[in-house]
């Protein structure tokens, strides 16, 4: 049983372009919610989707923004990039009020 | 004002020795309480996932939720070197639509072989 994966694992950008992570959700989930970890620290939520629709987020400014798909696939896509984005991206995905599994994140070092 | 707590460590305890990882929280609304175990540049991976007070026990491992204090715990008995990760608690609230997980800034444990 697949859990959620999430690609690409590694990404170097420079700052002022944009980036675009992608997510597919356990099988079974039909909720996924991105979390952005800084080095030392716990997962800060970005926002999360359901039903295709943004139903949630978190203290990010709108350069972060998501996408969901009819197969609950999801993208984070964050524009004009600052070398503060540099961290450690997660998706988690869950279906109603049950655990979240998280994919092993992409890495994402701004230059 | 955080609104969960946890004491970052860095944690060192001999192989065998009985971990106590503890979190406190503010928020009354927070109904449901997770552990995840994260590995080094890996994702997190969840433990015990408990909603009422009490004990929750699996295996090595025991969740401990006191809702009267916001305090949550988590035990690890028998503690094994591949025990050696960052240890985060999570919370969530029962609310539809407002269910983000809010964490801990996590516990770095250390055993000893």
């Known amino acids: 049983d697949a859990g959620v994966t999430q690609s690409p694992t590694h990404l170097i950008k420079t700052r002022g372009q944009q980036v675009t992570l992608r997510c597919s959700p356990k099988?079974?989930?039909?909720?996924v919610s991105w979390y952005q970890q800084a080095l030392g620290q716990g997962p800060q939520f970005i926002f999360q989707?359901?039903?295709?629709?943004?139903?949630q987020r978190g203290n990010f400014p709108d350069r972060f923004s998501g996408h969901q798909f009819p197969n609950y696939s999801s993208e984070l896509n964050v524009n004009a990039l600052l070398l503060g984005d540099s961290a450690l991206y997660l998706c988690?995905?869950?279906?109603?009020?049950?655990?979240?599994?998280f994919g092993s994140g992409t890495r994402l070092t701004v230059v | 004002q955080k609104e969960v707590e946890q004491d970052p460590g860095p944690l060192s305890v001999p192989e065998g020795a009985i971990v106590s990882l503890n979190c406190t929280y503010s928020?009354?609304?927070?109904?449901?309480f997770m552990w995840y175990r994260q590995y080094s540049r890996k994702g997190p991976e969840l433990l015990m996932y408990?909603?009422?007070?009490g004990n929750k026990e699996d295996g090595r491992f025991t969740a401990q939720v006191d809702k009267s204090s916001k305090y949550i715990s988590l035990f690890i008995r028998d503690s094994q070197p591949s025990d050696s990760a960052t240890y985060l608690c999570?919370?969530?609230?029962?609310?539809?639509?407002?269910?983000?997980?809010?964490f801990g800034t996590g516990t770095r444990l250390t055993i000893i072989p």
């Open positions: 999570a919370m969530r609230t029962s609310n539809f639509g407002n269910e983000k997980l809010t």
């Open positions: 099988s079974g989930h039909d909720t």
């Open positions: 408990t909603y009422s007070s």
């Open positions: 928020n009354s609304a927070f109904q449901y």
């Open positions: 989707y359901y039903e295709e629709e943004e139903r």
């Open positions: 988690a995905s869950t279906v109603g009020l049950g655990g979240y599994t």
